[in-house]
């Protein structure tokens, strides 16, 4: 079958959502909206609102405003997730150069016979190399200028230069469980496989927050691990949606406390529904009581 839909102008745009049933209170404000985030975009939001998810008509009553604000809450959801998993991001990033190269040497990321896989193991050092021939940090460049064997930078330098993904890598392929426990048991995680599985899943939503994708109801491909028992105040109610982002805020609020227990992270999130009201938490995975669990206290 060909695509034949051509372009619409902005006042087309706004015509055909009249025309399904969306009220539009301001139709100067709707046409800068659909001119600044674009028709498409905003379509993931009023998906909601459908009362037919095939003619795309809606529920009586939807607004054109409820949509921004379930798009501005999206939007600064992200914003706020993002910031906490940089935090994360850095202190994995810390522990991992300190504790691998206090067993495994300066340079432990170039030495195969510490990979489980040879073929992850080959992936990763040309990860690391692409990041390097990137990167025009100073420190990278004076290095190379400087030296130039072995052929890339000692740990401290290389791994800030690697990406997140790359970091969770890695981490994964590491053969020293030993090691990889310290570092998960100086973020009181006590199994070395629950960070394994949380650095590939935060890895995921740090990459929907940095495409500015929809993030608040998505279906999230990787699965949390949801430990029964953690040393550190943690959700008792686990049969719920891991598809879902309420999980994913569950680790993230857990690893944030052990790394700076004055944060801010779920009194921020409990904030931001409130302030917008349209939002249902049920739609992120959050089940009933979720704010009276111990690590939402």
């Not at 067993?103 to 040309?126: C, I, V």
């Not at 973020?187 to 650095?199: A, G, Q």
Request: hydrophobic fraction near 40%; include cysteine; charge should be positive.
């Amino acid at each position: 079958m060909r695509y034949t839909k051509q372009l619409l102008s902005l006042q087309q745009q706004i015509e055909i959502l009249k025309q399904r049933g969306l009220q539009i209170e301001d139709e100067s404000v709707a046409k800068n909206v659909l001119d600044t985030i674009s028709y498409f975009r905003l379509a993931g939001y009023w998906r909601l609102m459908e009362a037919d998810k095939q003619q795309h008509t809606f529920r009586r009553g939807s607004k054109f405003s409820q949509i921004l604000s379930l798009y501005h809450f999206d939007e600064e959801l992200r914003i706020l997730l993002f910031s906490a998993i940089q935090q994360i991001e850095v202190a994995v990033r810390a522990r991992m150069i300190r504790i691998f190269a206090e067993r495994h040497g300066t340079f432990w990321f170039m030495d195969s016979s510490l990979a489980e896989s040879p073929t992850m193991y080959k992936s990763n050092l040309q990860n690391l190399q692409d990041e390097l021939h990137r990167s025009e940090d100073e420190y990278i460049l004076e290095h190379f200028r400087k030296y130039d064997t072995p052929s890339m930078p000692p740990v401290w330098k290389t791994m800030e230069v690697a990406s997140m993904g790359t970091l969770s890598k890695l981490y994964g392929n590491m053969s020293d469980n030993a090691a990889k426990k310290a570092v998960s048991r100086s973020f009181f995680i006590p199994k070395f496989e629950y960070m394994r599985n949380w650095l590939r899943c935060i890895t995921v939503v740090r990459n929907i927050c940095a495409h500015h994708a929809r993030l608040w109801n998505t279906n999230i491909v990787v699965k949390p691990n949801l430990p029964s028992h953690l040393p550190n105040p943690w959700i008792t109610n686990r049969q719920i949606n891991r598809d879902k982002l309420y999980p994913h805020l569950c680790y993230i609020a857990y690893w944030l406390n052990a790394i700076n227990p004055t944060n801010t992270f779920t009194k921020d999130i409990k904030t931001l529904l409130a302030k917008y009201p349209v939002v249902d938490p049920a739609a992120m995975g959050s089940p009933r009581g979720w704010r009276n669990e111990p690590l939402w206290q």
